[in-house]
């Protein structure tokens, strides 16, 4: 069974940044796209950014901002945010893409706040 385990959150004031980790364990081999997504307080979990073996994808509330990548040997994924917003404040989770409901994380908040 896989499994992501997220971290690197924390309280950062606007403008700041923030690197966020994914570690996937468990039969880890076959996972294609992966995805960063979030969920904000009374909000639906939105797609963040998506990576393919061809190219990245991102919101567009934070394009320019935000950038994935990957390490396949070390089966990690990373979300680097840069120019962080309030409205960024969210419970940050990575999953594959399209995501698969059983391999949730608990995922790990970020609060952009002065």
């Known amino acids: 069974q896989v499994q992501f385990v997220e971290s690197g959150g924390g309280l950062v004031q606007p403008g700041g940044s923030l690197r966020l980790s994914c570690a996937a364990s468990?039969?880890?081999?076959?996972?294609?796209?992966m995805g960063w997504y979030r969920q904000a307080p009374g909000k639906d979990r939105e797609l963040v950014a998506r990576i393919s073996w061809i190219e990245d994808t991102y919101a567009d509330s934070v394009k320019g901002r935000f950038a994935i990548s990957r390490d396949f040997a070390k089966s990690m994924v990373y979300l680097q945010m840069s120019g962080l917003k309030p409205e960024d404040t969210a419970v940050y989770y990575c999953?594959?893409?399209?995501?698969?409901?059983?391999?949730w994380g608990r995922g790990t908040q970020v609060t952009v706040s002065s």
């Open positions: 999953n594959q893409y399209p995501p698969r409901e059983t391999f």
């Open positions: 468990g039969g880890t081999s076959g996972l294609g796209n």
